[in-house]
C-alpha cells in the first residue's frame, strides 16, 4: 500500500503534466498559423460548409470558441438557398447606394450577427465617408 503523502504528489505531478501538455498546444491562443488559416476561410479560401464545420470543430477544439462560432456562421451562409442569396445580393446592392445612415447601421449590425464581417466592415466604411447632414432616404 503506498503511504498517504504520495498519492498528492502524485495528482499534483500529473496536474502539471497535462498543464503543460495543454500549453504548449497553445490551448485557446490566436497563433499567427492559426489566425492565417482563419482569415483565408473568411476570405473565401473556403467554400464547401462541409470544410468549414470541421475547421470550425478545430478551432472550438482548440479552446477558440468564438471563431469556431464565425466558421460556423459561415457555413451556413454557404447553405443558404440561391434565391435568398440574390435577394441579399439586391438588398447589398441597395445598401451601398443609401444615403440613410441609421438603416445602413442597422443592416451592418445585421450582417455581423450573421458572421458577414467584410459586408459589414465594408458598409461601415461607406457610412463614415457619408456627410452627417446627409437626407435619411434610400437612394
Aim: charged fraction near 25%; charge should be positive; glycine fraction near 6%.
Amino acid at each position: 500500500m503506498l503511504p498517504v503523502p504520495v498519492v498528492p504528489v502524485f495528482i499534483v505531478l500529473l496536474s502539471c503534466g497535462a498543464y503543460i501538455r495543454n500549453r504548449s498546444r497553445n490551448h485557446g491562443i490566436m497563433t499567427p498559423e492559426r489566425q492565417k488559416i482563419f482569415h483565408a476561410a473568411l476570405a473565401g479560401g473556403m467554400q464547401d460548409p462541409v470544410n468549414l464545420d470541421k475547421l470550425a470543430k478545430s478551432f472550438e477544439e482548440q479552446g477558440l470558441h468564438e471563431q469556431g462560432a464565425l466558421l460556423r456562421q459561415r457555413a451556413a451562409l454557404r447553405r443558404l438557398p440561391n434565391e435568398i442569396k440574390l435577394a441579399r445580393r439586391k438588398v447589398w446592392r441597395r445598401a451601398i447606394k443609401s444615403t440613410n445612415r441609421t438603416a445602413m447601421l442597422q443592416l451592418a449590425d445585421a450582417y455581423d450577427l450573421e458572421g458577414c464581417t467584410s459586408a459589414a466592415m465594408r458598409l461601415r466604411e461607406i457610412i463614415s465617408g457619408l456627410q452627417q447632414h446627409a437626407s435619411d432616404r434610400i437612394g
